[in-house]
């Protein structure tokens, strides 16, 4: 019986230890480094409405097809998909949709890695009290001379990499939450908090390019960790009991919850301070140090804020190399320390060309079509490789599957879950991520 399979790696010992590993693969540097930075240069409102909606109708019923199929196969997304495809009567190739979550995974973490070497740079820079006082100019003087130092982010790019403890997230996700909370406190005392609000929620559809619908609904994969296998491996391990959509639900929630109230810390101090929302991967850099150089206590909070960010970013590098790891483990034998420790090797090298990009390599020499290494590779992955992901995980899910293996796994009977789970992962997720996809190429 398929629905017997057990997983070689272990299983989670509860729901909750499910949720605490979901929500801190989902939680990160998508959530406060992104969000903020993407809504910042697609023009506020009328995207975080696209994203929200993108979160609804589409990353919820692909992470619930993400966990069905991974609590089935029990395996790495590679041999998931083949088993499962083979079981269905349809091509082992399947499997490749493993491969390109491996891919995926590899360029993300890659890049993902770079950045949040500069938070832990920051947390030492807070620490220090560099930030006192700090003025906008000021603040943003330092990150430059940061980014524009590649030897100095080779350093924290490698430490980054080469941290190997796993601490409790059940600790540090609530406290990162809190301190949050401290900071859109802080923006609210900054008298520009109401425009901030507004540059959030007030959607101005004249600002909306197919191009921004697009990174709007990549930016939804990206920041619930979708498309690339990562919550298909953790499904793998997760008990048969457990509700698949109550989970999922709980997941999405929580994630979209931190992202938002990034954004409300982060724009009044933008606005505030007179800084163009427009000024990319840098944004939160440059201003949350502002907040942290004028509140009491700032040197202490923001260093914690900075220690918190890289322990979130932390808890998602793991989801991002978790299927390759498994893969090698499965079929090669590895152990699991060999295994990320290999994999880990290929991903630092990658990363490389995303600390070039920020200085040595972002010349006109050194970018495709305007876009540096790291772009190039943030494109790819966000904006293409997860929403193609996520739609042939869809297809599978709803259209290869079988009814009753696919119902059977996500047990919620006949009832309206199921069917609405149904109905938006049969068409609405498909016919969503191609619509999106031919409207940037320009075909529709
Ligand atoms: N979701 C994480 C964030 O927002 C990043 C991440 C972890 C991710 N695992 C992933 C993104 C898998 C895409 C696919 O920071």
Redesign the pocket.
Known sequence: MPTQRTSIHGQWSSRLAFIFAATG???????I??FPYMTGENGGGAFVLVYLVCVAMIGVPIMMSEVMLGRRGRQSPINTMRTLAEEEGYSRLWGLLGWMGVL??FL?LSY?SVIAGWALAYVFRTAGGVFNGATAEGVDAVFTELISDPERLLAWHTIFMAAGLELAVRLLMPALFVLLILLVGYAMSQGHFLEGVRFLFEPDFSKLSGQAVLMAMGQA???????????MIYGSYLPREASIARTSITVAVS?TLVAVIAGLAIFPIVFAHGLPPTQGPGLIFKTLPIAFGHMPGGALFGSLFFVLLVF??WT??I??IEPAVAWLVENHGFTRVHATVSAGAVIWTIGLGTIFSFSTWSGPEYTLFGKTFFDLVDFL??NIM?PLGGLLIAVFAAWLMSERSASDELAMGDGPGYRIWYFLVRYVTPVGVVFVFLNVIGLL
């Open positions: 693969s989902a939680v990160g540097l998508g959530n480094w992104k995926a995974g993300i993902y994969f990206f920041s619930l960790s979708l498309g690339m296998g990562a919550i994630d979130a970013a998602s590098a989801s991002l992955t966000a997860l």
